[in-house]
């Protein structure tokens, strides 16, 4: 199942697939104010939720500019972003994943923001590793709107009906896969739910496992370095855990290859015992359910060598289509600075990076944004370090492995066979990128 990740996050709005949620927050009058300012995201039922109500209250405190919302989920807001481009129509602020970011400044999609900061624009109490994430080249194009590393996530209930116990028979900062697959058949054995989803088809466990075996997926020249053994080790892991009984039957893995949508998480829907995602996305997770979520890092090899990052969880960019470039960087400003606003957003989108917003939350934090805190203080000392965004190109490759991975999943293709097929179109991609 694709997670968030690079591209950082993964779900559908509340509203129909395919439609667009749009709010203009004060109604018909506002279209005859001078400032307009849109915001287009990717999200799910709780970030709208909570991303509308800081329309409405920035509207209020901002009188004399009007900012309007748009949300999709995640696949669909890049092919609605993809038209906007070539029609030239962006809306003013667009919210970016790390991983696609090179290619948006690459298409001057996005524009720089050096000329509003210190104006529109205040960035003085952001951490510098936020905003060196955001700064290609010298030229800083994006504004983090919170941090946020790879996170497993399992039903404590399931958990502790099969004498599972965190801390005890696992270490959800330090667990093998052979410790997935033993935990994730004992608790199929004791439940009748598979103890875990399965990843064979998840690029983002993919970059953990290549992480975690000495290699970076890309060089700085844009070689990508995944080999035939890499590949071949990784979806072996996947079948060996799966034959061990601990995931749903490849078919029903299958059908969710690419699936980005929250409420098809296997924990979610009750059709296993542990999911994977961003860490961001646990409130939006626990939304969903009733039984409280534990969360744990992804399964590392013996050799315990970090694969996860922490990375931005998302930014904010100003489009090149920009009506009114002040008044959207003052918008862009408040989202992250001011404490009513980002009181909204709690931790929805990862942690702040802002010094000042992250003490204000602090004693207001709900039961999932506290855990959320608790698991980055958990990772620390235990991540890899942020590679430079991925060439052009990488969305196309990761696409390309989750769709590959479904012969394996299904059983029509040796692994070899699937690998070779895999490496092959991703150095084809990158070559035409």
């Not at 900012?67 to 807001?77: C, I, R």
């Not at 946020?148 to 093998?176: K, Q």
């Not at 998840?202 to 020249?221: E, H, L, T």
Request: glycine fraction near 10%; include cysteine; proline fraction near 6%.
């Amino acid at each position: 199942m694709s997670r968030l990740n690079r591209r950082t996050f993964m779900t559908k709005a509340g509203a129909a697939a395919g439609s667009v949620a749009v709010l203009s927050a004060l109604g018909p009058q506002a279209f005859g104010q001078d400032k307009q300012v849109r915001h287009f995201w990717w999200g799910n039922p709780e970030r709208d939720k909570r991303t509308f109500a800081v329309i409405d209250l920035y509207n209020s405190k901002t009188p004399g500019t009007v900012v309007s919302g748009e949300t999709l989920g995640f696949a669909d807001y890049f092919t609605k972003l993809t038209t906007q481009i070539a029609g030239g129509n962006m809306p003013d602020v667009i919210q970016q994943g790390y991983g696609v970011l090179f290619e948006y400044i690459a298409n001057g999609a996005v524009v720089p923001l050096d000329d509003y900061v210190g104006k529109s624009l205040d960035i003085s109490k952001i951490d510098q590793s936020a905003i060196d994430a955001g700064t290609v080249d010298g030229k800083f194009y994006a504004l983090s709107i919170g941090a946020n590393s790879h996170m497993a996530i399992f039903n404590s209930r399931l958990f502790e009906e099969a004498g599972v116990v965190p801390g005890t028979d696992f270490d959800p900062y330090g667990y093998t896969y052979d410790d997935l697959a033993r935990i994730g058949a004992q608790v199929k054995e004791a439940t009748g739910i598979p103890g875990t989803d399965d990843n064979t088809a998840d690029y983002q466990n993919f970059s953990d496992f290549i992480a975690q075996k000495g290699v970076k997926m890309y060089s700085p020249d844009g070689t990508y370095n995944a080999t035939q053994d890499i590949v071949e080790e990784y979806w072996s892991t996947w079948a060996a855990i799966r034959e061990a009984g601990a995931t749903p039957p490849g078919p029903e893995s299958a059908g969710l290859a690419g699936v980005a949508d929250l409420s098809q998480l296997g924990v979610v829907t009750g059709k296993s015992a542990m999911s994977y995602l961003w860490s961001n996305q646990l409130v939006g997770a626990q939304s969903l359910m009733q039984d409280t979520l534990g969360v744990a890092m992804y399964p590392n090899t013996p050799a315990m060598v970090p694969g996860s990052i922490v990375q931005p969880s998302q930014f904010i960019c100003l489009t090149r289509d920009s009506v009114d470039p002040e008044a959207a960087t003052a918008y862009m400003s408040a989202f992250v600075n001011d404490l009513d606003i980002t009181a909204i957003l709690g931790l929805e989108r990862g942690i702040p990076s802002q010094v000042d917003v992250r003490e204000a939350l602090q004693p207001n934090l709900s039961p999932a944004e506290a855990l959320s805190v608790e698991f980055f203080a958990g990772i620390q000392g235990k991540t890899a370090p942020l590679d430079p965004p991925p060439p052009s190109g990488s969305n196309e490759v990761e696409q390309t492995f989750e769709r590959v991975a479904v012969s394996v999943l299904l059983g029509e293709k040796s692994i070899p066979e699937v690998a070779t097929d895999f490496l092959a179109q991703a150095k084809a991609i990158l070559a035409r990128a």
